[in-house]
Structures are given as structure tokens and as C-alpha cells.
């Protein structure tokens, strides 16, 4: 399968590539091309690095625009994620507008960033209950997305926010799949191969 | 709720663990590979490789090293030793490691904390403090607890922090190597001062100690070596234990 991998030249994107290769994917391509980005099946927008500096870089390549146009599977992890709602406390910023809401600070209640493992609630379930609740995932970050209509699985840290949001073909997942053991591959696998919930995707939404 | 970690830690020279390990399922067992696996599968939360590699030349073989585990290894893992650079980090980092571990070349230069957390975010900074204490004050210790430094723990963990630093890992001089137990009262007090995660470090001998670090300690996560190596404890089942003392545990 050909995937691209949205490279916007920060930070370390290998674990997602090692992980994408555990699951028989070699097909990969870290590309900042809207053309190859087209070209793909899959579209991973990994989440590395500052929101400001990233968004930069999407405006440069013109991926800013081309994104919310995709029509094949897409996933954006942590900050991808982020970047794909209307705008982010991060450098003050705004994002795709594909998610309806904001990204804001943790109130350092608790410790921030929220690191470590932590479980994800599914409010509606994306993986029509193929993943179970409550599944523990890898999470690091110190901004949220607040909960919305497109908000399909919460998990608590000082407040309830935004694990995995969705919109048609668009999903974004706050943790770190590629760091998420045993539960994180299956997330991808599904992403990758589980055609059907994409077809259903109208079931899914509200 | 966020859970408590168990980082089990593997001392690495030259590519390849020390310490004993009598795991009798491995069939080497001084490949970090096989081991990092093994502990992942138990449901280790994390992992930390420590690089006790003297020469320049042979670290090399540490970021080679990196790029296997992150090959293999589907959990967080985090390379210290010797790292007193940004490019020392960004090599490890690049290599796929998740976080960097900086001591002594921190303590030197505490502008290095803000340097490698300005590029690469401070998640991926961790602060390791070697500490003793002696007549009632906690001194801090540089190049594995051989040169007492002027600094007090609670102060230069409040710099590190202010300098960028992610997370803390105490190892406590005093309870190193003990088995009696965590340094329970000074990981309360760290956890007052900062609000970054705190890793417990150095005394673990039992399950108790794992979770009196997390109940009486505040700690965030708890590392260990031996225990894990020579099969005292069992990653599998000192995690079902915790559950069972109401902490939160993955």
C-alpha cells in the first residue's frame, strides 16, 4: 500500500515508520509533495515539533489548502492532530479547520506535559467496536483539543479532552500509536486495512 | 487516569548489556534487542538505556544500537550516558530514541537543557540527578556519584525545570544498590517543588518498594535494573500487585 507521510521537517518521524514496516507496510514515502501526497492510499500527518513552526511549513509546500481537500484515508497523530482543528493556543495560530474547535494549554493542575499512558473512552466508537474501550495508549503532550461533534473517544487528564476525533475520512488520535504497544498497532492496522469503516462512515457520525 | 510507569533500566557497554541477566528464555542474553523486547512484552512502560561506553569511537555503535530497538521495541524508550551535546542528542533522537537522559554535561551547562528543548521540544529532555544525602542536606553528585558539586537536589531540580527539562530521574546515592526502598521522602518533596514528572530511582528490592514510591514518594514512574535482570521481580507481576494496592497501573 502506498502511503505518504506528511514531512514537514521537524523532529524524529522513524518510530511511525518502523511501525508501519512491523506491519508489512515498506510502500513509504516522507514527502512535503501535494502531488505524491495525492498519489497515496493513506496520508499519515505525524505530530513532531512547535504549531506555529509546523504551520509555517504546511503554508509553504501549499499543503495548508491541499490537506482538508484529501479524499482518501488520513490520519493525523498528536500535534498532526491538533493542526487540524480551527487554531491552537501554540504560537497562536490557526490550523485546517477540518475539527470544529480549539487547542488550548493544560492548567497545570497536574503535572504537564501529559506524559506517560493513559485510557481512551470511546464516545463513538470509530472502529465499531473492533477496539475496546478503555485500551491504554502513549501519550505526551501539553496542549489539547477540546472535546466537539467530532470527538469520538475522550480521555481525562485535569480536564476531558479530545483523544480521537473524526470526520469522514479525516481521523486525528492525540497519542502516539507508533509508541502505543501491542493496542497502538492495532489503531494503525485499522487505519490502514479496515476498509469498511471508511465506507461507513455516514454510520459512524452523528 | 494517568498511570504509574515501571521503566525497567539496561546498562549498555559496546552495544551490549551488562549485568547479569538469567533469563533462561534468552538465548543471548546480553543483546539489548532480545531483552527491550522481553520487557515490552511483560508490559514494561518504558525503557531506559543507559550507554557505559567510554570511547568516543564506540559510541557510534549506541546509535546503531537505537535504531534497532526502535526497529523492534513498540514502547517509549529513553538513551543516557554521555550525552553532552545537542548533537549528541539529536543523533540519538534522529536514531529514533524518544528521549535523551543529560547528568553530568547538564550540571556543567545548564544552558543545554534549554538548547536541546528549544529543538526538540522539553518531552524529550530528561534530567537524571545523582544525589546524596549527608548531614541532612541532599548534594548533588557528577560523573556517577564520584564529584560532590555545590548544588542542592531540590535547587538544581527547580533550574532544570526552569531551563526546559521534561522530567526528572532521581537515583538516590544513599539507597542505591540497598533493596531497602525508594527514597520516599525527598521523591515527596521533588514532586512538590516541580511540576514535572519524577522518576524514582535507586533502592528498588521488593514490590512494597515499587509501591511506596508511587504512594508515599508521589513518583510519577519507578526504575529498576537488577530486580528486573536476575528475575527477582517480574515486570508482569509486580504490575498486577500495584493494581491490587488501588494505584494506577496500565
Known sequence: ?206 | MLAKRIIPCLDVRDGRTVKGVNFIELTDAGDPIELAARYAAEGADELLFLDITASYEKRKTMTELVLKVAREVNIPFTVGGGVGSVSDAAALLQAGADKVSLNSAALKNPKLISDIAERFGSQCVVIAIDAKLESDIWSVYLNGGRIQTERNLFDWAKTAENHGAGELLFTSMNHDGTKNGFANNALKKLSEIVNIPVIASGGAGSKAHFADAFLLGNADAALAASVFHYGLIGISELKHFLKNQNIIIR
Request: proline share 4%.
Open chain 1, 1 to 206: 500500500m502506498k502511503i505518504a507521510i506528511i514531512d514537514y521537517g521537524a523532529g524524529n518521524i522513524r518510530s511511525l515508520a518502523f511501525a508501519l514496516e512491523r506491519l508489512g507496510e515498506t510502500d513509504l514515502e516522507i514527502t512535503n509533495s501535494g502531488d505524491k501526497i495525492l498519489a497515496a492510499e493513506r496520508v499519515i500527518f505525524p505530530g513532531v515539533g512547535h504549531a506555529s513552526y509546523a504551520m509555517l511549513q504546511l503554508k509553504k509546500y501549499g499543503l495548508d489548502t491541499l490537506i482538508p481537500k484529501l479524499r482518501q484515508p488520513f490520519l493525523g497523530i498528536c500535534l498532526g492532530m491538533q493542526l487540524m482543528c480551527n487554531q491552537t493556543e501554540e504560537g497562536n495560530v490557526n490550523g485546517l479547520g477540518i475539527f470544529d474547535t480549539s487547542v488550548i494549554k493544560f492548567k497545570p493542575l497536574l503535572k504537564v506535559p501529559h506524559m506517560g499512558w493513559n485510557k481512551v473512552m470511546w464516545y463513538k466508537n470509530p472502529f465499531n467496536e473492533v477496539i475496546p474501550s478503555m485500551e491504554w495508549y502513549y501519550f505526551v503532550h501539553g496542549y489539547y483539543a477540546e472535546t466537539g461533534v467530532q470527538t469520538v473517544g475522550l480521555t481525562e487528564y485535569i480536564n476531558d479532552f479530545s483523544a480521537v476525533m473524526r470526520q469522514d475520512n479525516f481521523i486525528g488520535c492525540q497519542f502516539h500509536p507508533e509508541k502505543s504497544g501491542a493496542g497502538g498497532s492495532v489503531f494503525l492496522e485499522h487505519f490502514l486495512f479496515d476498509e469498511e469503516m471508511f465506507s461507513k462512515k455516514g454510520e459512524t457520525m452523528a
